[in-house]
C-alpha cells in the first residue's frame, strides 16, 4: 500500500484550506450590522455550552409569532458564518438562530461528527429559541452548508418539530462519500482532520476513527462502516418519511467531499415534498457568494423554500420541477420531474479486448486536486487534463469511442462493468471517463475509484462502479476513451508492490460503460 505522497500533498492542502476557510469566515463579520445580532450562550445535551446568535425580524414584538430557523455552522467555520443569510431571512420575517457546532471554536465539548450529542443539541437550541424569542413552534426549518446541512437531516429525522429542511452541500451517507468504491479519499479527509486540529477539539472516538480511517487496516473497515451509519441520515430514511418534513438537497457535481451520487439515491427515497439542485463547482462553492451577502441562485431557492413551507406562501415552488441542474458545460438550468429521468436513454461503449497493466505508478490519468481542479472547472470549464494517446499503455489500460456525430448531453451517473484478474489478493483500480478532442487531449468527465480485498490471484472476478454523477455535453466530432490506471493523489491506494491487472471481456459477460444521456 502506498500513501506517502498523497499524504504530502493532502499536508499541503489541509494548510491551505485552513487559510481559505477561516480567513473567508472572518469575512463575514461585516455582513450584518452588529445592532441586528445577539449573540448568546445556549446551553447544549450534557450541559456543553453552544455559542450562538440571533437575528429577529424587523420590529418584532411578542404579540406576533414568527417562523424558526436553526442554522449549524459548517465544519471548523465560527458562528458568523451565516450572518448575511440570517439578515435576509430575518428581513423577509424569520428569527434565526445560528450556532456554531460542539467542538469548534468557542463552543464547548468535543468534535462528535454528527453523532448523537450534535443531533441532541440541535434540538435544545429548537427549546431554547421557543423559550426565549418570538419563535412559533408549529413552523420550525433548518438549513446549513456542510457539516450544517448533514445536522440539519439528521435532526429532521428525530425531531419532528422540524418542519423544513434545505440541505447545501452535504451528505446522505458519510462513508458512502469517503470511503468510496471501498477506498479512502485521502484528501478530503486529510482536509478535515487539519481543519478539525486547528479549529476544535476531536472527541476521543473522533481521533480514533481518523486514525483508523489513514492506517488503511481493512480490519477497522466494519468499526468504520458502523460509525458512519449512526452519522448518515439514509439510515434514518423511514424516520425521515415519516415525519414528513420538507427536503431540499443542493450540491456540486465536483464535490469533493460528498459527491452527488448518494444524494440523487437519496432524494429518490425520500417521500414527502422534495427538491434536488445539482450544480457546477466544488464542495460549497455553489453556495459560497451567498454567504457574503452576494445573490445567489441557491440560497435565493432556499428562501423559497422556506417561505412556502414554513409561510404558506403560494411562490409556485412547490409546482416546479422537483429535480433542478445545471450542465458544466452549458450555462441554462434544465428541470426533470425526478432523478432517473435526468439520464433516459443510455448508450454503451464496448471495452473490448484483453489489456494489461502494472500497478503502483500515477500513469497522467488522475481526478486533480480538491477544491482547486473542480473550482477551474466551475469558472472556466478547464477541468483536469490528459493528452489520451500520450498515456503509458504499461499503466493505464485505454478504450475509446468512435467520434460522435452529434453533441452528447450526459447526465447522471456512468456505469462500468468489467472483468478483472489480478495478480495479488488485494488491489485499487481508478477510473476516467474523458472528453477526447481532435487533437487527443482529454477533459475529466468523471471518475471513481474501486478496492478488493482477498481475491484469488490469477482467478477474474467481476467489477461493477458507478463513476461520479454529473452533467457533461460532449461536442460533435470528440469521443469518449474510458482510461483505468493504478494510482490518483486523491485516494489512498492498496496495490502491493509489483502487482498487476489484466482487463478481459469474456463472451458470455463482456465488459463495458454505459452512459447516461439527456433525451435530445
Sequence with gaps: MRSSRGSLRTTAVGAVSVMLITGGAFGLAPAAQADDVRFVDITGDGGTVLKANVVMPTNADGAHRYPLIVLPTSWALPQVEYLAQAQKLADSGYVVVSYNVRGFWQSGGEIEVAGPPDIADASKVIDWALANTPADSGHIGMAGVSYGAGISLLTAAHDKR???????????????????????????????????????????????????????????????????????????????????????????????????????????????????????????????????????????????????????????????????????????????PDWKSVGA????????????????????????????????????????????????????????????????????????????????????????????????????????????????????????????????DVPAGHRLALVVDTVDPLYMEHNPSGAQLTFSSPADDPSYVSVPLREQ
Design 162 to 336: 422540524v418542519r423544513a429542511v434545505a440541505a447545501l452541500s452535504g451528505w446522505s451517507d458519510i462513508v458512502g462519500s469517503l470511503y468510496y468504491g471501498r477506498t479512502q479519499h485521502i484528501q478530503a479527509a486529510a482536509m478535515l482532520a487539519g481543519t478539525a486540529m486547528v479549529t476544535g477539539r476531536e472527541s476521543a472516538g473522533t481521533k480514533q476513527m481518523f486514525k483508523d480511517y489513514f492506517s488503511g487496516d481493512v480490519s477497522k473497515e466494519s468499526s468504520l462502516i458502523e460509525w458512519g451509519k449512526v452519522r448518515s441520515p439514509a439510515t434514518y430514511l423511514d424516520q425521515l418519511n415519516d415525519n414528513g418534513a420538507a427536503i431540499m438537497l443542493a450540491n456540486a457535481w465536483g464535490d469533493s467531499i460528498f459527491p452527488p451520487n448518494s444524494y440523487g439515491d437519496f432524494y429518490e427515497k425520500l417521500t414527502g415534498p422534495k427538491r434536488l439542485e445539482l450544480r457546477p463547482g466544488d464542495h460549497a462553492t455553489a453556495e459560497l457568494t451567498g454567504l457574503f451577502g452576494v445573490p445567489n441562485d441557491v440560497w435565493k431557492d432556499t428562501g423559497r423554500w422556506f417561505d412556502h413551507y414554513l409561510k404558506g406562501e403560494d411562490n409556485g415552488i412547490n409546482r416546479e420541477q422537483p429535480v433542478e441542474l445545471k450542465s458544466r458545460t452549458d450555462g441554462g438550468y434544465e428541470a426533470y
Design 345 to 472: 436513454t443510455s448508450k454503451k461503449i464496448d471495452l473490448d479486448g484483453t489489456k494489461r497493466i502494472y500497478a503502483n505508478v500515477d500513469s497522467g490519468a488522475d481526478g486533480g486536486v480538491i477544491f482547486l481542479s473542480s473550482i477551474l472547472d466551475q469558472v472556466a470549464q478547464l477541468p483536469p487534463m490528459a493528452s489520451i494517446p500520450l498515456l503509458p499503455r504499461w499503466w493505464a489500460a485505454v478504450w475509446q469511442s468512435g467520434k460522435y456525430d452529434t453533441e452528447q448531453h450526459i447526465r447522471g451517473t456512468v456505469k462500468l462493468h468489467t472483468t478483472v484478474t489480478g495478480t495479488k489478493e488485494d488491489g485499487t483500480l481508478v477510473a476516467y471517463l474523458y472528453d477526447v478532442g481532435p487533437l487527443g487531449i482529454g477533459k475529466l468527465v468523471s471518475h471513481a475509484p474501486y478496492t478488493w480485498y482477498g481475491q484469488t490471484p490469477g482467478r477474474p472476478f467481476g467489477v461493477d462502479l458507478d463513476l461520479l454523477s454529473t452533467a457533461y
